[in-house]
């Protein structure tokens, strides 16, 4: 494979940041872009570097308003009647999203987490 040039990678840092505003995981800039996930990763990172202060701190606002939408709309889903198969994948993505939000902020969360479920009576 040819070396990218240094207008090709900011041209790759610039679409990782779009894709990543618009909501899109890691997995999936990588295979919008055609580079690995670690690649994928740097150049958002790259490119957020690039950012002034102010505007960063915004796009971080944009994106955790995003992403507490879609925690309210799960929690909404786990105060109702749900399977325990439904219950943990609920769980689950709630899990998914507090680690987008840790990564956010560039704070870590625990390697893992136990969750038990009680299951009542005729279940």
């Not at 580079?35 to 790259?46: E, F, G, H, I, L």
């Not at 689950?92 to 987490?113: C, I, T």
């Amino acid at each position: 494979m040819a070396r990218m040039t240094a207008g090709q990678r900011h041209e790759q840092e610039i679409r990782a940041l779009e894709l990543s505003n618009a909501g899109h995981s890691i997995d999936t800039i990588a295979e919008r872009l055609e580079c690995s996930r670690a690649t994928a990763a740097r150049r958002v990172r790259a490119a957020l570097e690039r950012i002034p202060a102010q505007e960063a701190d915004t796009l971080r606002r944009q994106s955790e308003a995003r992403i507490n939408g879609w925690m309210r709309r799960l929690n909404t889903l786990l105060a109702s009647d749900l399977s325990t198969q439904d219950t943990v994948r609920v769980l689950n993505l709630l899990l998914s999203l507090e680690r987008e939000r840790v990564q956010l902020y560039g704070l870590r969360l625990p390697a893992s987490v136990v969750v038990s479920i009680e299951q009542g009576a005729g279940q």
